[in-house]
Every structure is written in C-alpha cells, then in structure tokens.
C-alpha cells in the first residue's frame, strides 16, 4: 500500500508554462513536504506546511488537510525546474516519513 | 555551515564485503535518518535516530546497523553487503521528528558486485 500517492509520474512542458503536480496521502500527518531533486544530484526541501497555502518566488504550494490532498504549482516553467519534485508526509504519530515517488518533470525551451 | 555532509558519493563493492557510509551534520540537529532511494519506489527509511545514543529501526533494517553516539554523526553499516543493497543512499536530518525542515545529503550511489 502506498500511504503517499504522486501524480503525475512524468510531465513535460514547454517554458512559461504552469505546471501542477498533485499528491494525495492517506495517514494523520503532521506536516507536508515538498523536495527537489535534480538528476544525479541531491534532493533538497522547497516547502514545509500544515495548513493553507506557502509561496517562494515562481512556486507555490496548498494544502487542504480536510481532503488529504496538497498541490505544487510552478508559474512560468523554466528548463531549470526540470528535476524530480518528490512529496512526502510526516507521521502524524510517528517518527517517520513517507513519501511519493516523485514526479518527474521536464521544461523544453 | 557545511550543512549534511554524507560521504562517499560513489561505492562498488563486493558481495559479502562490509562498509560503512559516514553522516554528519553540523546543524545541532536532533533528528537524523538513512534512507534508501530504488528506482519506481519512494525513499524508504532504514533506520532513524532521535538524538545521541537512541537509535530504531525503519521500514527497511535489514543488513544495516546504526550508531549514535554523538549529535553530529549517524553512520550507517553494511554489514555483508548484497546485490539487494544496490541503492542510492541518503541521510537526513532535521531539528525535531516532526514539523521541521529535512536537510539531506548529496546521496551515495551503491553498487553491490
């Protein structure tokens, strides 16, 4: 069972566009979490949220914790978003994280 | 700050060989982690730890052994390594279990021959 659901898997754009990728989660969270990771490289944290809505320049991220459901949004796609944008949840009860498999995403020029 | 310093990136070993990946943190983190990244499945947590000298065990424990015995450093043990092992590995830490920021290491990519 996947406690943390990605979609979708791929995604290909053409710059400037807007991009949405969606995750859905099953168990009592804590917090959501948004990571990057770029290929053959590190991953690193975009956005940490409970509630509501967070925004960091050309990304945005919302939360609806009614509906165990949180988007990523990027206005105006650049080739240098293309990595892996991966979702994952903090237990609420737990010490653990589950996360998504990630949503691959390609920015053509 | 150097931040989650995970060494190394790149290993090949043989099967039945043992090693150890080396994580450290200078942030005065409480909270750090092993995870293990296959291809088609999310992070999976091997073991994690909640502060010096308090380890558990993850989803995936199996094989690897964990040590705690000071706030910046959480190494990860293989202990006979297998081709199963083939993986990227990452560290993980963050201030507290829940509600903080996660940083992570630059990944070790393993190869078990």
């Known amino acids: 069972k996947n406690e943390v659901e990605q979609s979708p898997q791929n995604l290909t754009a053409q710059e400037g566009e807007f991009i949405t990728i969606n995750c859905s989660y099953s168990?009592?969270?804590?917090?959501l979490h948004w990571l990057q990771q770029h290929p053959g490289g590190g991953i690193v944290s975009l956005f940490m949220?409970?509630?509501g809505k967070k925004k960091h320049g050309r990304l945005i991220a919302t939360i609806n914790i009614q509906e165990k459901h949180s988007s990523l949004h990027i206005t105006a796609s650049h080739p240098r978003d293309s990595a892996v944008y991966i979702c994952?949840?903090?237990?609420?009860?737990?010490?653990?994280?589950?996360f998504g498999t990630g949503t691959s995403l390609t920015v053509i020029p | 700050n150097a931040g989650v310093t995970q060494t190394p990136k790149f290993q090949v070993l043989k099967t039945g060989q043992s090693m150890t990946l080396q994580c450290a943190q200078d942030?005065?983190?409480?909270?750090m982690s092993w995870y293990r990244q296959d291809p088609g499945m999310g992070l999976r947590l091997i073991h994690y730890?909640?502060?010096?000298?308090?380890?558990d065990q993850g989803e995936v424990p199996n094989g690897y052994n964990v040590s705690r015995s000071t706030t910046e450093d959480f190494p990860l043990r293989l202990l006979s390594a297998a081709p199963s092992q083939t993986s990227v590995y990452f560290c993980?830490?963050?201030?507290?279990?829940?509600?903080?920021?996660?940083?992570f290491g630059q990944g070790t990519r393993l190869t078990v021959v």
């Open positions: 993980a830490s963050s201030y507290r279990a829940r509600n903080t920021e996660a940083f």
């Open positions: 168990v009592g969270i804590s917090a």
């Open positions: 949220l409970s509630s």
């Open positions: 994952a949840v903090g237990g609420g009860t737990g010490n653990q994280f589950y």
């Open positions: 942030m005065n983190h409480e909270y």
């Open positions: 730890s909640v502060g010096a000298g308090i380890t």
